[in-house]
């Protein structure tokens, strides 16, 4: 059973880095893009990046310059930092997999509350 | 970047109707190898996002076929037919076309 779950700190202090886990099963990191979307009450839904299933990195320019996605494959993980956090990046912060032959989302997480407050 | 366009915030309907959800891109999602690279989504409380639709009118594994994507170029449309309780919830257009991908603003189905 395919299953992502994200795990973050809830609230992060204005300026502060922002880590987030997503923890997968049901499936290997190797053969999708893991993607991070998050939802805001500003801007909706937006589409901040992936890793592609040879561990490479695209990301929205958008975020590029403070956003950083990596894995662990041998832990079926997924990780997002994002650095100098502003209160606007108050949100829910998904993890969503994304079949490369057709750049499907088939699967998301419940998403990871983030309030930026200090 | 691509910009979706879902003119309604909300629809009412009651069980047992159709009803129909617009997007309008900014540019044609129609690629070089003949498929649109639109895909529909569907959230409700609670539960985790889920794909309904993808290049524009094909169900994923398990949606119901009330489901209808339908359109081309800039213009899509997800019809569902004999509206069910159960699909009252937020749907949102995405495409995956150019990067950045890009969502509209969401459409939030309710009862009447």
């Known amino acids: 059973q395919v299953q992502l779950k994200e795990t973050g700190p809830g609230l992060v202090q204005p300026t502060q880095t922002l880590s987030i886990t997503c923890t997968v099963s049901g499936f290997s990191l190797t053969s999708y893009y893991m993607q991070w979307v998050r939802q805001t009450p500003g801007k909706g839904l937006e589409w901040m990046g992936f890793i592609r299933s040879g561990g490479s990195t695209e990301y929205n320019s958008e975020f590029k310059s403070r956003l950083s996605i990596s894995r662990d494959t041998s832990k079926n993980q997924v990780f997002l930092k994002m650095n100098s956090l502003k209160t606007e990046d108050t949100g829910v912060y998904y993890c969503?997999?994304?079949?490369?032959?057709?750049?499907?989302?088939?699967?998301w997480g419940q998403g990871a509350s983030v309030t930026v407050s200090s | 970047q691509i910009t979706l366009t879902q003119q309604a915030e909300s629809l009412w309907v009651s069980p047992g109707e159709k009803v129909s959800i617009t997007c309008r891109a900014s540019q044609s999602l129609l690629y070089t190898d003949g498929k649109h690279y639109l895909s529909w989504y569907q959230q409700r409380p609670g539960q985790t996002t889920k794909a309904l639709i993808y290049?524009?009118?094909i169900r994923t594994d398990g949606v119901p076929t009330r489901f209808i994507g339908s359109g081309s170029g800039t213009e899509f449309t997800l019809s569902i037919e004999d509206v069910q309780p159960e699909d009252i919830a937020l749907y949102y257009c995405?495409?995956?076309?150019?990067?950045?991908?890009?969502f509209g603003a969401g459409t939030k189905l309710e009862l009447k």
């Open positions: 995405l495409q995956t076309l150019k990067k950045p991908y890009t």
């Open positions: 969503a997999r994304l079949r490369c032959y057709d750049y499907v989302m088939d699967a």
């Open positions: 290049h524009a009118s």
